[in-house]
């Protein structure tokens, strides 16, 4: 594996699960697809696996956006779609696809980046891989809104049916930036029945590239997460938009800086425990960018159940790295999905307690990869029992020159 900073190229290798696809890996292509690039993944509770894609068909046809389903042992799904993928006209110039969801019925929702500005788009497939016509416009809610152009979004689905986007907007006539929840009903169209307009802003701390990019609904209250130039935040509100002050400091979390020079941080994901708990993970920059994780208590302080109450940081041989995703296996240990600037697919793990597992790959991290090819991670999810699956890209400029999209599944062990 080539070096990032420190001793990464070191590592030991995961040995991959050789039950899954050929010995661990599944090699995607779309059918007449020129290239197939894997992006996002997710799994249902029968171990089936849904991953989205983008698609480029040459010259003479234009891009797709889709999904393929792999059974779970990493066959493709010949039932599903078109030998096992849906793929369809792009609506907009270069739509990026994240990890779908899947919906109680089996219909998927998956939100996308598109066009120069990379807008939020949200598209809705059915459990049998054709497009949901009566969704939005025709498939697509493009957030094509009077007041505000929406700039972040993520999506999370209500038990009703109705969806709720949360994210960041800037106001076309102010100016200014502020978070968002906008709710939508089931066929995709703002619910106007939600603040008159369908949408709340609500006061978040940063501008257009620095503000909040991540929500949750917990307990009939709306949590956003993001950062400002030098702080990774999240702030918990009411359901009318007003802070709510009973969480952390006057309302917010804001993550405890090492360093006053300290020039980026913000939350990339996060999630509920079952205790109703709080973890996330992020990044921040300081002479070069590295990973956090960190625990908080219902209420939006330190935990002192998880790490004594400490933020924890990726270790310094990664080098460069962030923490762009986390999710609990099924014994409740915290799994992290570690960047390395297009180095490799490298999982990190720690116990319900914050505790690094040191059983667990290269003293509590696992390289997935190749060792040669640049290699593009891009998705990550837990496989119930079965493993540990991630997505992406391997590239390699030097023969034998590649550009294949893959899955590959490590054991959980």
């Not at 969806?163 to 930036?177: D, M, P, Q, Y």
């Not at 800086?257 to 079952?274: K, R």
């Not at 935990?303 to 986390?326: H, I, N, Q, W, Y």
């Amino acid at each position: 594996m080539k070096s990032t900073q420190d001793d990464i190229s070191s590592f030991e290798r995961a040995k991959l699960d050789p039950a899954f696809g050929d010995n661990g890996i599944l090699w995607l292509h779309a059918p007449d697809a020129t290239q197939t690039f894997a992006k996002g993944l997710s799994t249902t509770a029968d171990g089936s696996i849904f991953i989205s894609l983008a698609c480029r068909f040459g010259q003479h046809a234009p891009d797709g956006v889709g999904i393929a389903k792999i059974g779970p042992d990493g066959e493709v799904d010949p039932d599903f779609g078109t030998q096992g993928y849906a793929i369809y006209p792009e609506k907009a110039a270069r739509m990026t696809p994240f990890a779908p969801l899947i919906l109680p019925n089996g219909d998927m929702l998956i939100r996308c980046l598109g066009g120069d500005a990379y807008k939020p788009m949200l598209m809705r497939i059915l459990a049998d891989g054709s497009v949901d016509e009566s969704f939005a416009d025709g498939g697509v809610q493009t957030f094509d809104l009077k007041d505000y152009r929406l700039i972040a979004a993520d999506v999370v689905p209500m038990d009703d049916g109705r969806i709720l986007v949360f994210g960041r907007a800037t106001h076309k006539v102010i100016g200014s930036t502020d978070g968002i929840v906008i709710r939508l009903l089931e066929n995709g169209q703002l619910d106007l029945s939600f603040h008159q307009t369908g949408m709340l802003s609500l006061s978040f701390r940063g501008d257009a590239t620095t503000n909040a990019s991540l929500g949750l609904l917990v307990d009939d209250k709306y949590l956003l997460a993001g950062g400002t130039e030098t702080e990774a935040l999240i702030r918990r509100y009411h359901l009318d938009g007003q802070i709510d002050t009973s969480f952390g400091v006057a309302g917010e979390y804001a993550l405890p800086s090492s360093d006053i020079n300290t020039s980026w941080a913000a939350f990339n994901d996060l999630l509920v425990t079952p205790e109703g708990k709080l973890i996330g993970v992020g990044d921040q920059y300081l002479d070069r960018y590295s990973g956090f994780l960190v625990g908080l208590d219902a209420n939006g302080h330190a935990d002192p159940d998880f790490a004594e109450g400490k933020v924890l940081f990726t270790p310094p041989r990664l080098g460069t790295s962030t923490m762009s995703k986390l999710a609990l296996d099924t014994s409740g240990r915290v799994v992290v999905y570690v960047d390395l600037s297009s180095e490799g697919f490298v999982l990190g793990r720690y116990s319900a307690s914050g505790a690094l597992d040191e059983t667990f790959g290269d003293r509590g991290y696992l390289y997935i990869g190749f060792g040669e090819a640049r290699e593009l991670s891009l998705g990550f999810a837990i496989q119930g029992t079965r493993g540990i699956l991630v997505s992406g890209q391997i590239v390699n400029t030097a023969p034998p020159m590649m550009n294949r999209a893959i899955i590959m599944r490590v054991p959980h062990a």
